[in-house]
């Protein structure tokens, strides 16, 4: 593993406290549309994702050792979720889709319904926290922005795409259907390579 790339894998989540505070900077005069403009929704849904990646993965973190333990019961706490899997989902398949979904629709049209899947994301994502912690009556590392700061704030931002964009009930689930699918992604990710180590035995 080359230096950079370990050295990305152990501190992602050590940069984004540093990449919210220029970013919310960026946005703050335009703070008071945010309300009612998609656009604005859409970007600032980037560091509004990222403070629930800090409360998952550094304040107070744990979020991996959780789903290790208590998700796949996994008696190494470093797999199947390793640090290489977690960084990658979460560079990969969340920041950047979320950063093309900011960019604006003068720019690239077609880059708002990246920003509307990751909406459902973030709603199917705070529903699991939520789910989860009812079911086995704990936290879990990301509930509290997950049901403070995700939810809230996708139901709004898919709430202001239907108005702005005109989407229906098709539109709708086929949004929901692509956030259900990016998860089933990343669980398969994570998961089939530490099943087939497992089956495969000494």
């Given at each position: ?63 991996r050792t959780y789903v290790n333990r208590e998700i796949f019961h996994s ?58 912690a009812i079911v086995r009556r704990q936290r879990n590392p990301g509930l ?50 530490w099943r087939h180590t497992r089956h495969a035995g000494p």
């Amino acid at each position: 593993m080359t230096g950079l790339r370990a050295t990305i894998i152990e501190r992602w989540p050590r940069a984004l406290p540093w990449l919210i505070v220029p970013i919310l900077a960026g946005l703050l005069p335009a703070l008071p549309l945010a309300a009612g403009s998609l656009s604005l929704l859409l970007a600032l849904h980037f560091p509004v994702y990222m403070v629930h990646q800090i409360e998952e993965h550094l304040w107070p973190g744990g979020f991996r050792t959780y789903v290790n333990r208590e998700i796949f019961h996994s008696p190494d706490p470093e797999a199947p979720a390793s640090a290489e899997a977690i960084a990658f989902v979460n560079i990969v398949l969340v920041l950047i889709p979320l950063m093309l979904g900011a960019i604006p629709r003068q720019l690239q049209p077609g880059f708002v319904w990246i920003g509307l899947v990751m909406l459902a994301v973030s709603l199917v994502n705070s529903l699991a926290h939520t789910g989860l912690a009812i079911v086995r009556r704990q936290r879990n590392p990301g509930l509290v922005s997950a049901i403070f700061l995700l939810l809230p704030f996708s139901l709004w931002g898919l709430h202001v795409a239907s108005q702005r964009l005109a989407l229906g009930w098709p539109q709708y689930a086929l949004l929901m259907l692509a956030a259900l699918a990016l998860h089933g992604l990343v669980a398969a990710l994570i998961a089939a390579p530490w099943r087939h180590t497992r089956h495969a035995g000494p």
